[in-house]
């Protein structure tokens, strides 16, 4: 008799990322020995696998979509998840699938695509998805999720960590010592890569998705009145826990901003790109800044895309001159795997039924499971 894969020890749990970038697919295949929350973990593999133009094209504008085209795009997700994971040739007992976002409006509806039947079926196990809903329905922001894995991760007896994620929405997660009694706390700063790659979109006709280095942005010098213009976006008066997507930093907002400052030569564009980059470093600094003072932390812990925006990591670093800031670098998690190892590890928490959600963190009532688990040959998720 096959033992169920809720008790097998180790747990081999694939963990899917793709975020509001929309660059491709994040996989970490992580083993997780133990139980309860702190379960020993062994990373056996991970990678990135890039999207065809058609996701990145649908999922960078994805509030434009219509909801013919949303179905389409979740069945031919789902579809494109199973076969090129099948490539992989890869070992595994659970998938956990963050699922690209659509649309997310908490307090009232989130909705993440790619359906999870077709890898259930494809390669016989449980499917692990939704995973922000939950939150949502007890009247929770859904977001961030990624506190718990810092929690998990960086927690030291009787030093602070700050935990910093740059996708194209940067958030920021606070994990006190184990040695104070203080809430985590985390929550959306705005904007990280999104505006910029908007903006090199723009600038290089469509050959550049992302500014390299950030080379382009370094050629730039600081627009005052943009920058003034951008820091008056009511989100960054909104006391956390808050979250942020395309709904306030899309193509409806960088259109606006476009139309008020359109450059007329290389050098405004190149001014543009520069201020935009020294408003996702000051935004996330000013939310460190505001931080309680019974929290002291001395090192931000980096991970996502952005940390390989050299520009943007410079003008951190001179907002934040009193912090050491490096990216992350533990026992295989890294700053470009930590998101997919992190959707691995909630995966695990479900399959234990442990909450995946800190109330201090989304708002929500209480502490929850979160995910829904799709099996083969279910007629409906569970």
Request: hydrophobic fraction near 35%; glycine fraction near 16%.
């Given at each position: 008799m096959t033992t169920p894969v809720f008790d097998l020890s180790p747990l081999r749990i694939l963990g899917l990322m793709t975020g509001s970038s929309a660059d491709g697919l994040d996989l970490c295949l992580v083993e997780f020995s133990g139980a309860g929350v702190n379960p020993d973990y062994k990373i056996t593999f991970s990678t990135e696998l890039p999207y065809p133009k058609e996701f990145q094209t649908a999922f960078r504008n994805p509030l434009v979509l219509t909801d013919s085209q949303i179905s389409a795009l979740d069945h031919k997700l789902g579809l494109w998840f199973a076969t090129e994971i099948a490539e992989l040739d890869l070992e595994f007992d659970v998938i956990a699938s963050h699922g690209q976002t659509i649309k997310h409006e908490p307090p009232t509806f989130t909705l993440q695509i790619g359906k999870p039947s077709f890898m259930a079926e494809e390669?016989?196990?449980?499917?692990?998805?939704?995973?922000?809903?939950?939150?949502?329905?007890?009247?929770?922001?859904?977001a961030p999720l990624i506190p718990v894995v810092d929690r998990y991760l960086f927690q030291q007896d009787n030093e602070d960590i700050l935990a910093l994620n740059i996708g194209g929405i940067a958030n920021l997660t606070i994990v006190p010592a184990r040695n104070k009694v203080l809430p985590i706390l985390a929550w959306d700063t705005g904007p990280g890569n999104t505006l910029i790659d908007k903006a090199i979109q723009v600038y290089s006709k469509g050959k550049l998705s992302y500014d390299p280095n950030g080379t382009i942005a370094k050629k730039g010098k600081l627009n005052h009145k943009l920058l003034k213009y951008l820091l008056a976006h009511e989100f960054y008066d909104l006391t956390p826990p808050r979250s942020a997507g395309q709904e306030q930093f899309g193509l409806d907002y960088f259109s606006l901003m476009m139309k008020n400052f359109y450059p007329t030569n290389d050098q405004q564009f190149k001014d543009i790109i520069f201020t935009l980059t020294v408003l996702s470093a000051k935004t996330i600094a000013d939310s460190v800044k505001q931080l309680p003072q019974t929290y002291q932390p001395h090192t931000i812990l980096i991970g996502g895309g952005g940390y390989f925006n050299t520009t943007l990591i410079e003008e951190l670093t001179l907002e934040l001159p009193d912090f050491r800031i490096k990216p992350v670098n533990l026992k295989g998690v890294n700053e470009s795997n930590k998101e997919a190892f992190g959707f691995a590890y909630l995966g695990y928490l479900r399959i234990k039924k442990l909450p995946g959600n800190i109330p201090s963190v989304t708002g929500a009532s209480r502490e929850l499971v979160l995910g829904n688990i799709y099996s083969s040959g279910d007629l409906s998720p569970r």
């Open positions: 390669f016989n196990v449980p499917v692990i998805y939704d995973f922000r809903t939950a939150d949502i329905n007890h009247g929770g922001q859904g």
